[in-house]
Antibody
Framework: EVQLLESGGGLVQPGGSLRLSCAASGFTFSSYAMSWVRQAPGKGLEWVSAISGSGGSTYYADSVKGRFTISRDNSKNTLYLQMNSLRAEDTAVYYC????????????????WGRGTLVTVSS | QSALTQPRSVSGSPGQSVTISCTGTSSDVGGYNYVSWYQQHPGKAPKLMIYDVSKRPSGVPDRFSGSKSGNTASLTISGLQAEDEADYYCCSYAGSYTLGVVFGGGTKLTVL
C-alpha cells in the first residue's frame, strides 16, 4: 500500500528542538521530491520545506529558514525535519507530502499525504 | 510570501454547482500554470483534486474542474454531493526567486 507515516511530534518548550520523521512505503521513495506542510490548529495549510529525490536540493519557507533542516535517508525510505529554536507559532500538525517530480526541481504540488503529527510548542 | 485569497465559505444544494475563487498576484497565480487544489475533510489529511490549473488526478470525479484567468484561479464543483462538504485549499508556485509554494486561507464548502 502506498502510504506516508509521520512520527516524532510532541510537546516541546519554546527554544527547544524536535525531529520529525516520515516513513514512506509502496513507492520508490528515492525517485520523488518530498515536502513538509503544516497546519496550525483551526488554521490553513502552510508549506514549510521541500527536498529533491536525491537530497541535493532543499527549499525553505522564510518563516523557518535558518531554524529547520529537511533531509532524507533513501536507504531507509524516510524523510526528516529537524526543528530547532522552536516558537509558539510553530505549533501545528506537520504533514509530509509527496511531490510527483522525479527530476531535480519539484513540480510543486502534492499527490500523496501522510496523516500528520502534532507539534505543540508551549511552556 | 502572502497567502492567496479565498472566500471563507461557500454553500450550495445537492445537484447545484459552486465555484471557489483563489486570488493571488502576477508573482504566483498569474505568473505560472502551477495551481493546485486540495480537499480536506475534518481531521483528515488533504487530498489532491486539481493540479497544473485544470488537470485531474485519476480517481477524482470529473465534477471537479479548475481554471484560471489572470491572477485568479477557480475550482468549480458541479452536481454537488453531500460528501463534497469539506475545506478546500488552493496552492500556487511562488516563483523562481521565492521558491516554494503559497496556499490560500481555505474555503469551507457547505452542502445544504
Amino acid at each position: 500500500e502506498v502510504q506516508l507515516l509521520e512520527s516524532g511530534g510532541g510537546l516541546v518548550q519554546p527554544g527547544g528542538s524536535l525531529r520529525l520523521s516520515c516513513a514512506a512505503s509502496g513507492f520508490t521513495f528515492s525517485s520523488y521530491a518530498m515536502s513538509w506542510v503544516r497546519q496550525a490548529p483551526g488554521k490553513g495549510l502552510e508549506w514549510v520545506s521541500a527536498i529533491s529525490g536525491s537530497g541535493g536540493s532543499t527549499y525553505y519557507a522564510d518563516s523557518v529558514k535558518g531554524r529547520f533542516t529537511i533531509s532524507r535517508d533513501n536507504s531507509k525510505n524516510t524523510l526528516y525535519l529537524q526543528m530547532n529554536s522552536l516558537r509558539a507559532e510553530d505549533t501545528a500538525v506537520y504533514y509530509c507530502a509527496k511531490d510527483p517530480s522525479t527530476v531535480t526541481i519539484p513540480y510543486w504540488y502534492f499527490d500523496l499525504w501522510g496523516r500528520g503529527t502534532l507539534v505543540t510548542v508551549s511552556s | 510570501q502572502s497567502a492567496l485569497t479565498q472566500p471563507r465559505s461557500v454553500s450550495g444544494s445537492p445537484g447545484q454547482s459552486v465555484t471557489i475563487s483563489c486570488t493571488g498576484t502576477s508573482s504566483d497565480v498569474g505568473g505560472y500554470n502551477y495551481v493546485s487544489w486540495y480537499q480536506q475533510h475534518p481531521g483528515k489529511a488533504p487530498k489532491l483534486m486539481i493540479y497544473d490549473v485544470s488537470k485531474r488526478p485519476s480517481g477524482v470525479p470529473d465534477r471537479f474542474s479548475g481554471s484560471k484567468s489572470g491572477n485568479t484561479a477557480s475550482l468549480t464543483i458541479s452536481g454537488l454531493q453531500a460528501e463534497d462538504e469539506a475545506d478546500y485549499y488552493c496552492c500556487s508556485y511562488a516563483g523562481s526567486y521565492t521558491l516554494g509554494v503559497v496556499f490560500g486561507g481555505g474555503t469551507k464548502l457547505t452542502v445544504l
